[in-house]
T-cell receptor, first 110, second 114 residues
Framework: DAKTTQPNSMESNEEEPVHLPCNHS???????IHWYRQLPSQGPEYVIH???SNVNNRMASLAIAEDRKSSTLILHRATLRDAAVYYCILRRYNNNDMRFGAGTRLTVKP | KAGVTQTPRYLIKTRGQQVTLSCSPISGHRSVSWYQQTPGQGLQFLFE???????NKGNFPGRFSGRQFSNSRSEMNVSTLELGDSALYLCASKGLAGVSGELFFGEGSRLTVL
């Protein structure tokens, strides 16, 4: 199974952009890149996903490398509410068997 | 629109007992997945049900089982509980067909095995 590698933790200052990296060098052509985050004492929540092109939504942007071996989740202006564990996951088409890694724990400093 | 509801939120069992956890998906969602979350292993996929049929299964022993009813509500059962089964059990539902359907997670059922 294709795996992802993320830094264990990152810090950011409030109102500054945050770039969360993810490596997935063994990604296959049918794998979509999904990002979820988990706030304390809550279940994970969907952030964004993409296949090949960069994607934007109201929460974040996803930049995908041309060879698809890495991606970056971009939070344009971090807030204290963005402090969470962020998971980068590869998901095969229509398959809910998503293998979560350890994720990146994001700390946002006021 | 009500979110994914899991019951009970907290429970304590002893080794050897069994436990049943319940998950009510978002109205209209037909896919329900279960995950186990522990500090040591993180989030691990247990199984997925769609229209009352198990569609995918993770690498868990047969003590872990589940089912889905015609109204899409799902239950998971763990028999002969072990200390290592102490975890947060998360349920997620998905509505749209295909990979674009995001998973909506409940808040989980925290199981403690003594």
């Amino acid at each position: 199974d294709a795996k992802t590698t993320q830094p264990n933790s990152m810090e950011s200052n409030e109102e500054e952009p945050v770039h969360l990296p993810c490596n997935h060098s063994t990604i296959s052509g049918t794998d979509y890149i999904h990002w979820y985050r988990q706030l304390p004492s809550q279940g994970p929540e969907y952030v964004i996903h993409g296949l090949t092109s960069n994607v934007n939504n109201r929460m974040a942007s996803l930049a995908i490398a041309e060879d698809r071996k890495s991606s970056t989740l971009i939070l344009h202006r971090a807030t204290l509410r963005d402090a969470a564990v962020y998971y980068c996951i590869l998901r095969r088409y229509n398959n809910n068997d998503m293998r979560f890694g350890a994720g990146t724990r994001l700390t946002v400093k006021p | 629109k009500a979110g994914v509801t899991q019951t009970p939120r907290y429970l304590i069992k002893t080794r050897g007992q069994q436990v049943t956890l319940s998950c009510s998906p978002i109205s209209g969602h037909r896919s329900v997945s279960w995950y186990q979350q522990t500090p040591g292993q993180g989030l691990q996929f247990l199984f997925e049900y769609f229209s009352e049929t198990q569609r995918n299964k993770g690498n868990f022993p047969g003590r872990f089982s589940g089912r889905q009813f015609s109204n899409s509500r799902s239950e998971m059962n763990v028999s002969t509980l072990e200390l290592g089964d102490s975890a947060l059990y998360l349920c997620a539902s998905k509505g749209l067909a295909g990979v674009s359907g995001e998973l909506f997670f409940g808040e989980g059922s925290r199981l403690t095995v003594l």
